[in-house]
């Protein structure tokens, strides 16, 4: 592998993560579905989720990035995911000028509520140059799912 490869693949490992605090279970949005099913720290209840609802209208080769990024208000997996009331964090561009007043590019993170983020169309994510960085699911919304 050149350096190139080496540097895609560690970007790729950053965002591959499972992270919990007490109230919410955030996933790096690089993950696919399938990677997911087979993390042994991924809550059950939430894995028979994914195979019963989500996986029947989306690829398991899909990435939580992707599925976010192109669902829309009027899928099943919107409405599978606003029951768990899940939050999407992404990262946005943002021109800085310095003191000498040069410009440069930084990212600024943003927490968007799922119905917030689904109602923005797709040719408005691409001109904001928005990247989903994390999928946040409450753990509240996780209990009360009836499975």
Do not use: C, W
Request: proline content about 1%; overall charge positive.
């Amino acid at each position: 592998m050149d350096r190139k490869e080496d540097v895609s693949l560690a970007q790729d490992r950053d965002f591959k993560y499972m992270l919990q605090d007490t109230g919410h279970i955030y996933l790096g949005a690089r993950f696919s579905y399938g990677e997911l099913q087979g993390e042994e720290m991924v809550p059950f209840k939430l894995k028979t989720i994914f195979s019963h609802y989500i996986l029947k209208e989306v690829d398991a080769s899909s990435t939580l990035e992707s599925h976010f990024y192109y669902m829309t208000e009027d899928t099943f997996s919107y409405q599978t995911y606003q029951e768990l009331k899940v939050k999407i964090k992404v990262s946005l561009p943002e021109e800085k000028r310095s003191l000498a007043g040069k410009k440069r590019l930084v990212y600024k993170d943003k927490v968007f509520a799922l119905k917030e983020f689904a109602g923005i169309n797709l040719a408005k994510k691409k001109q904001m140059g928005l990247i989903v960085r994390e999928i946040s699911v409450s753990k509240l919304g996780l209990i009360t799912f009836t499975v």
